[in-house]
């Protein structure tokens, strides 16, 4: 606020002039004035001016709303003014601020593509914190439902069925790229379990009988899953996903301290199976940091 000339005792004042605009070409009217010598003015001071701010602090919708309503788009965008920001994104109703700002095209491509791997670089992080934690195997599945681009672009979904029959119920079923249903599989990466027995066969690493039942598991879920693949009940189940020679990645243990000599038996020991491929923790782990590379 400048103080006003005619004010006395330096007290603020506020001055308003009344001003005509040109007319343009059809009567539009111009952001120039017809004259610089306002028509008419108004002073205003003393109890005057504290009405008039009074007013505007009750009835401007910027001064009601605040932060939570207003972004101001004309001030160099800093650290000091992020409260718009995390206002406006901390609304409560998450779901319609998406639809709305996605149905708007507010968010640039470049400035999409910044956070979706922001979200990914977080995720990763997350997942070397769980590997240094002993979790159980629900918190791994509950990871890995909110970040299925680590499992690649074999998948294009994540199904919300699990279930293949009343027996035997699956960590997740995925519907492959080819449009095909296929099986993930994950055990806990710590804990009790062992991927190498202790004991070597001819020199050669053997699997542990914890990684044997794994498998095992694995292959008769493969199984179950052909045997429901004529089943109307099971295809209405798995959202139409159709299911001809399915395949299953099993995630089981850790890898982050082998030599060479147990990287290549576990080469050799996948390439026994043409309809399961097994994985570690740290195979995800080393895929997921080479997506955001």
Request: proline letters at 3%; charged letters at 35%.
């Amino acid at each position: 606020m400048i103080k006003h000339r005619h004010a006395e005792n330096d007290e603020v004042a506020v001055k308003i002039g009344r001003y005509k605009k040109k007319k343009g070409p059809f009567n539009f009217t111009r952001e120039t004035l017809e004259n610089p010598k306002p028509k008419s003015e108004l002073t205003l001071k003393g109890a005057e001016f504290e009405a008039l701010v009074e007013f505007i602090e009750n009835k401007y919708e910027p001064f009601q709303q605040g932060v939570q309503k207003f972004i101001p788009l004309d001030e160099q965008f800093e650290a000091g003014n992020i409260e718009h920001l995390q206002a406006f994104f901390g609304n409560p109703e998450k779901q319609k601020l998406i639809d709305f700002v996605l149905g708007h095209d507010i968010i640039p491509d470049e400035l999409f593509v910044a956070f979706n791997q922001l979200t990914k670089i977080r995720a990763v992080e997350k997942f070397e914190e769980m590997l240094r934690n002993d979790l159980t195997e629900h918190d791994w599945q509950k990871w890995f439902e909110e970040n299925d681009w680590v499992l690649g672009t074999d998948y294009v979904r994540m199904l919300d069925e699990r279930t293949i029959d009343t027996e035997n119920i699956s960590d997740f079923l995925m519907e492959a790229y080819d449009g095909f249903l296929d099986i993930v599989e994950i055990k806990r990466p710590d804990g009790a379990l062992r991927f190498w027995s202790k004991s070597k066969d001819h020199e050669n690493y053997v699997p542990h009988q914890d990684l044997v039942k794994a498998i095992t598991q694995a292959s008769k879920y493969i199984y179950e899953v052909e045997r429901e693949s004529d089943s109307v009940k099971f295809l209405e189940k798995v959202d139409g996903v159709r299911t001809i020679k399915p395949r299953c990645v099993l995630i089981f243990g850790r890898s982050d301290d082998w030599n060479t000599e147990k990287k290549k038996s576990f080469r050799i020991l996948n390439s026994n199976y043409h309809n399961l491929t097994i994985m570690t923790f740290d195979h995800i782990l080393a895929r997921a940091e080479r997506m955001l590379r």
